[in-house]
């Protein structure tokens, strides 16, 4: 009964579990877009990398590397990627717990560096952050079989430009940038 009901074309949500109480029908959300905007955090080891020198942070569930199969983890909620999502949305202004997470990604917090999938400065701090504006959308059939990536984006511009710790640990702006 339960998959003829979730086939039907008069579905009838929750219907078979509805009298034990077990679950409501709340939902955050009415409907998800296809296409969503996402921060890149980026650091660098030496300033005088230059632009090929920075590395990205991987997050655990949201969306990063476009070849990066999505993750599930229900039923766990990871926080900081939901929040990372929400900033996307706003000036990184609007969202001081951001420039504190990057405060602490110079630092090299062990802690913070737990919260993520992979941190490519996990044995030193890098010598700055910066955070990039990308627009997602989930490849088509044929763009995951032709290039193997479950993403495509494209640059959608500076969220927050990079971020070093001056000499009092506080966060500064880049020379120059």
């Known amino acids: ?3 003829l009901n979730l086939i039907s074309p ?27 905007y996402e921060i890149v955090v980026e650091g660098i080891a030496e300033l ?4 090929a020198g920075w590395k990205e942070y991987e997050f655990k569930g949201k969306p990063g590397d476009p070849r990066a199969v999505p993750r599930q983890y229900a039923p ?22 951001f420039i504190a997470f990057l405060v602490k990604l110079l630092q090299g917090d062990r802690a913070t560096s737990r919260l993520l999938r992979h941190d490519p400065f996990r044995d030193h701090p890098p010598a700055a952050v910066r955070a990039n504006l990308y627009r997602y959308r989930f490849s088509s059939w044929s763009e995951l079989r032709r290039d193997g990536a479950w993403w495509t984006r494209a640059p959608a511009g500076e969220y927050l430009p990079a971020l070093v710790l001056d000499k009092d640990g506080n966060p500064a702006r880049l020379a120059g940038e």
């Open 48 to 51: 005088e990398e230059g632009e």
């Open 1 to 3: 009964r339960p998959v």
């Open 10 to 36: 008069r579905q009838l949500m929750n219907f078979s579990f509805d009298p034990f109480h077990l679950v409501n029908t709340y939902g955050a959300f009415g409907s998800v877009t296809k296409e969503r």
């Open 76 to 97: 766990y909620h990871l926080r900081l990627d939901w929040l990372m999502w929400f900033a996307a949305m706003e000036s990184p202004f609007r969202h001081q717990w």
